[in-house]
T-cell receptor, first 115, second 113 residues
Framework: AAGVIQSPRHLIKEKRETATLKCYPI?????VYWYQQGPGQDPQFLIS???????DKGSIPDRFSAQQFSDYHSELNMSSLELGDSALYFC??????????????FGPGTRLTVT | KQEVTQIPAALSVPEGENLVLNCSFT??????LQWFRQDPGKGLTSLLL?????REQTSGRLNASLDKSSGRSTLYIAASQPGDSATYLC????????????FGEGTQLTVNP
């Protein structure tokens, strides 16, 4: 079965640089979520999109932005990178964001290292 | 504040034991609860999803229960194997928090051969 695809899998950037993470949801899934997991921490919700519109916003820094495109893939843009942005970034997808019950399926993550 | 807590933080058992992992949450108005497995430095694998109207879900050697009124869920692993060694995370989707999942800090399980 098709899974959530994230690219790149690993990314090394220097401070103050920019990074773009991509997420391709499971076919026919219309909702995408982004989570950040710092070293030794649990995943923290950043932002989500349903039908190309932002549906929820969590603890996402102003330096970060994201969008969902017409083919439902999503990109997380990160600017002015800081050392503290080093983390594993997960994308998840589901069918629908409203109402109850929809299971979120997670991708393998992008490991971002800021030096 | 809506929080998820997992106890214990780490657990070490001999192979073959049955074990229980605990998850508690502060607000009983949930949509669903998911249990995940995470290997070191790897992604999140969904194990079981329990809807708010359900009491338990089973998949192979895994059984997850949900008691909304007491704000608790348990993950039961039967006949544990060394391959079960991983961090187990529970995550809650609350009725008032949109579609986001709130994770506990996980239980790091080691099954010794």
């Amino acid at each position: 079965a098709a899974g959530v695809i994230q690219s790149p899998r690993h990314l090394i950037k220097e401070k103050r640089e920019t990074a773009t993470l991509k997420c391709y949801p499971i076919p026919r899934h219309d909702t995408v979520y982004w989570y950040q997991q710092g070293p030794g921490q649990d995943p923290q919700f950043l932002i989500s999109f349903y039908e190309k519109m932002q549906s929820d916003k969590g603890s996402i820094p102003d330096r970060f932005s994201a969008q969902q495109f017409s083919d439902y893939h999503s990109e997380l843009n990160m600017s002015s990178l800081e050392l503290g942005d080093s983390a594993l970034y997960f994308c998840a997808s589901s069918v629908g964001a409203l109402g109850r019950g929809y299971e979120q399926y997670f991708g393998p993550g992008t490991r971002l290292t800021v030096t | 504040k809506q929080e998820v807590t997992q106890i214990p933080a780490a657990l070490s058992v001999p192979e073959g034991e049955n074990l229980v992992l605990n998850c508690s949450f502060t607000d009983s108005a949930i949509y669903n609860l998911q249990w995940f497995r995470q290997d070191p430095g790897k992604g999140l694998t969904s194990l079981l999803l329990i809807q708010s109207s359900q009491r338990e879900q089973t998949s192979g050697r895994l059984n997850a229960s949900l008691d909304k009124s007491s704000g608790r869920s348990t993950l039961y692993i039967a006949a544990s194997q060394p391959g079960d060694s991983a961090t187990y995370l529970c995550a809650v989707r609350w009725e008032t928090s949109g579609s986001r999942l709130t994770f506990g800090e996980g239980t790091q399980l080691t099954v010794n051969p």
